[in-house]
């Protein structure tokens, strides 16, 4: 059974930090990338960050460039996002997502975590 199990968001003021996990198994993590996802009230999805298989390329969204870092460890099967410099446009569920390659379609999602930012 393929599985995404998210952990780390809550609530927290502007300017503070957050640590999302995404912890995955049932698939083989080596040949994925992982991607970041977040979904405000009222507004589309919006894709975040990726990284690639092996960790070596990374993407953001202008919006979060600078202040989220993606970071991976294949024998963990896990992905990260560090989330700095927190503003409450950032307030959203988040959402990671396993995909062939970073700008292809996903496959496979996480349950989603509640990341919310008071100003």
């Known amino acids: 059974e393929v599985q995404l199990v998210q952990s780390g968001g809550g609530l927290v003021q502007a300017g503070g930090s957050l640590r999302l996990s995404c912890a995955t198994s049932?698939?083989?993590?080596?040949?994925?990338?992982i991607g970041w996802f977040r979904q405000a009230p009222g507004k589309e999805r919006e894709g975040v960050s990726c990284v690639n298989n092996a960790g070596y390329t990374t993407y953001y969204t202008d919006s979060v460039k600078g202040r989220f870092t993606i970071s991976r460890d294949n024998a963990k099967k896990t992905v990260w996002l560090q989330l700095n410099s927190l503003k409450p446009e950032d307030t959203a569920v988040y959402h990671c997502?396993?995909?062939?390659?970073?700008?292809?379609?996903?496959?496979?999602w996480g349950q989603g975590t509640q990341v919310t930012v008071s100003s």
């Open positions: 997502a396993a995909a062939e390659a970073c700008l292809v379609g996903y496959d496979y």
């Open positions: 049932g698939f083989a993590f080596d040949d994925f990338a």
